[in-house]
């Protein structure tokens, strides 16, 4: 009997590895370009919802410390003086100016309420920046801040101003 070298065949092992990793890897070529592709408008229009945020909210904290400054002024004066919501109004937007912002395209200021019992001044306008000019989206700010009219009232008076 002669001795015949054992025959080679190829088995799981073997055939996996020429049909397996390396098929497959040749398979998924170019697929993280077409998943940047498709992910990187999303990722983008992210970006740029954060930063309309952040720009809103800059102006919306603006518009409202505006609106305090015209409230203290209101707070104070709307006991005294007939023409309260005019100096309340001055208040506001000499304060939004001071601020030197452009957050807010056209400032409008409005003093308003009860001069015996509460006042309030609102400050509001259009957002100034938009980065989303091409959808038409125009945000709009809007704060108000006030409170108790402060005066001095002796108790000879019966409680009024």
Request: hydrophobic share 45%.
């Amino acid at each position: 009997m002669s001795e015949r070298a054992p025959q080679q065949r190829p088995g799981p092992k073997r055939a996996g590895r020429r049909h397996g990793r390396w098929w497959r890897a040749g398979s998924e070529r170019g697929v993280s370009t077409v998943e940047l592709a498709v992910l990187a408008p999303a990722l983008m229009m992210l970006c740029m919802l954060i930063i309309q945020f952040g720009l809103w909210f800059n102006a919306r904290q603006a518009a409202l410390a505006a609106a305090q400054a015209g409230a203290v002024v209101a707070r104070q004066d709307a006991a005294t003086d007939p023409g309260w919501q005019s100096a309340a109004q001055t208040a506001a937007t000499k304060y939004y100016k001071e601020l030197n912002t452009k957050l807010l395209g056209k400032l409008k200021a409005t003093a308003w309420g009860d001069r015996a019992t509460n006042v309030y001044v609102t400050v509001s306008g259009p957002l100034g920046y938009s980065v989303f000019p091409f959808f038409g989206l125009h945000l709009t700010v809007s704060a108000t801040a006030g409170g108790p009219v402060e005066c001095f009232r002796p108790g000879n008076l019966g409680g009024a101003c």
